[in-house]
């Protein structure tokens, strides 16, 4: 059963930064893509960035330029660097794997807050 621990959360002013970390027991760890997603509250969960296996990474619109996610195969561990937060990135944010529909069982998350 893979196991996803994330921290790094927290309370951020507006234009602020915050380093998120995700780690991961699970086998073969590198020839996953894997994602971090957010869910604010009475909002659908959503995919915001990947990295492919190769190291390969897309993002969602909203956070193009502002957010990096990185990846440590040796340590098995996602980081998503965040800059330039706004308050609309507030939400619990969580890593898992990105395939068809299938996701690993789903850690605590961590909240992101921004806030002045």
């Known amino acids: 059963q893979v196991q996803l621990v994330e921290s790094g959360g927290g309370l951020v002013q507006p234009g602020g930064s915050l380093r998120l970390s995700c780690a991961a027991s699970v086998t073969f760890f590198s020839i996953y893509t894997m994602g971090w997603y957010r869910q604010a509250p009475g909002k659908q969960r959503e995919l915001v960035a990947t990295?492919?296996?190769?190291?390969?990474?897309n993002y969602t619109d909203s956070v193009k330029g502002r957010f990096s996610i990185s990846r440590d195969n040796a340590k098995k561990m996602v980081y998503l660097q965040m800059n330039s937060l706004k308050p609309e990135d507030a939400a619990v944010y969580y890593c898992n794997v990105v395939r068809d529909s299938t996701w690993w069982d789903w850690g605590q998350g961590t909240q992101v807050t921004v806030s002045s």
């Open positions: 990295i492919a296996k190769g190291g390969s990474t």
